[in-house]
């Protein structure tokens, strides 16, 4: 069984960072300098989960845990907290989670595999350079192409899962009318990895999605529902499954239409 591929996650600031208009606020206030530390500490304690926080899936933080957490005095928390609030730098959820309205758009990832190719590219450059120098010859040429498409491959791949991952979150955020907690990060997660054609798997799930609204059921667990529904019915591809939700509709209605036997009915007045 594959191993799953460790990423690396960062935060991809602006130069202007500091001289934006919400943390120039901030830092003018007494203890400003203070507020902007444990803002920048919130955001990388989130970066993995997209700018969400979150103790755990059945407990929420609360400002004494997120005092301990990032080693700031229990007051600056509870001012900072209302500051962020009110200038929009976070966002309390429904559910307690804590989300960090500028985490999304700053954060950078980078699988093993892109790293690996990023470190070929260098590699390459390096020998190019010797070569014009002389110093190099050409006798494992075909072996690094090889190499290099391998790794290239993977790093497609990699941007592919992001770039379906994305769209996925993005379309449920916006029919659901608010944003992904922690763990349904994880449950679309689970989604990903289901049996379903991998061309197909976002119109798959974002169908299923839709599926969910149009009945009232903006809920995980419906849609989960859904999902595993179809692979028990083996509708693995999204053109499978198109057709067979089409046919549903026109059975039940010719079922309405015929089961009644109305020529043998003892009290039908045409005998």
Same mark, same amino acid.
């Given at each position: 069984? *594959?191993?799953?591929?460790?990423?690396?996650?960062?935060?991809? !600031?602006?130069?202007? #960072?500091l001289?934006?208009?919400?943390?120039k606020?901030?830092?003018?206030?007494?203890?400003?300098?203070? $507020?902007?530390? #444990?803002?920048?500490? /919130?955001?990388?304690? @989130?970066?993995?989960?997209?700018g969400h %926080?979150?103790?755990? &899936? %059945?407990?929420?933080?609360?400002?004494e845990?997120? *005092?301990?957490?990032?080693?700031?005095?229990?007051?600056?928390?509870?001012? *900072?907290?209302?500051?962020?609030?009110? /200038?929009? /730098?976070?966002?309390? /959820?429904?559910?307690?989670?804590i989300?960090?309205?500028?985490?999304?758009?700053m954060?950078?990832?980078?699988?093993?595999?892109a790293?690996?190719?990023?470190?070929?590219?260098?590699?390459?450059?390096?020998? %190019?350079? !010797?070569?014009c120098?002389?110093?190099?010859t050409?006798?494992?040429?075909?072996?690094?192409?090889?190499k290099q498409?391998?790794?290239?491959?993977?790093?497609? =791949?990699?941007?592919?899962? =992001?770039?379906?991952? &994305? &769209?996925? #979150?993005?379309?449920?955020? =916006?029919?659901?009318?608010?944003?992904?907690?922690?763990?349904?990060?994880?449950?679309?997660?689970?989604?990903?990895?289901?049996?379903?054609?991998?061309?197909?798997?976002?119109?798959?799930i974002?169908?299923?999605?839709k599926i969910?609204?149009m @009945?009232?059921?903006?809920? #995980?667990g419906?849609?989960?529902?859904? !999902?595993?529904?179809?692979?028990?019915?083996?509708?693995? @591809?999204? =053109?499978?499954?198109?057709?067979?939700?089409?046919?549903?509709?026109?059975?039940?209605?010719?079922?309405? %239409?015929?089961? $009644?036997?109305?020529?043998?009915?003892?009290?039908?007045?045409?005998?």
């Amino acid at each position: 069984m *594959a191993t799953e591929e460790k990423k690396r996650y960062w935060l991809k !600031l602006d130069k202007n #960072f500091l001289k934006s208009s919400q943390i120039k606020v901030i830092k003018n206030m007494p203890n400003g300098k203070d $507020y902007v530390i #444990f803002y920048l500490a /919130l955001m990388l304690e @989130s970066v993995e989960t997209i700018g969400h %926080l979150r103790f755990s &899936n %059945l407990v929420p933080y609360n400002e004494e845990m997120l *005092a301990s957490v990032t080693d700031t005095n229990v007051d600056i928390v509870r001012t *900072a907290v209302k500051i962020f609030e009110s /200038l929009g /730098l976070m966002e309390i /959820l429904d559910d307690g989670t804590i989300y960090m309205t500028q985490v999304a758009e700053m954060t950078g990832k980078e699988s093993e595999s892109a790293e690996r190719v990023r470190r070929y590219r260098l590699k390459q450059k390096q020998q %190019l350079a !010797l070569q014009c120098n002389g110093n190099v010859t050409n006798s494992n040429d075909n072996k690094e192409e090889d190499k290099q498409s391998t790794e290239n491959k993977e790093d497609v =791949q990699e941007d592919l899962l =992001q770039t379906t991952t &994305n &769209n996925i #979150f993005n379309y449920i955020e =916006q029919n659901f009318g608010r944003t992904i907690a922690p763990i349904e990060y994880e449950t679309i997660n689970c989604w990903l990895s289901l049996s379903f054609e991998k061309n197909d798997i976002e119109k798959i799930i974002c169908y299923a999605v839709k599926i969910a609204v149009m @009945s009232n059921k903006r809920t #995980f667990g419906y849609i989960n529902g859904i !999902l595993n529904n179809w692979i028990g019915c083996n509708y693995l @591809s999204y =053109q499978q499954i198109i057709d067979n939700e089409i046919k549903k509709k026109p059975e039940i209605e010719e079922k309405e %239409l015929f089961d $009644y036997d109305w020529l043998n009915d003892p009290d039908n007045d045409l005998k």
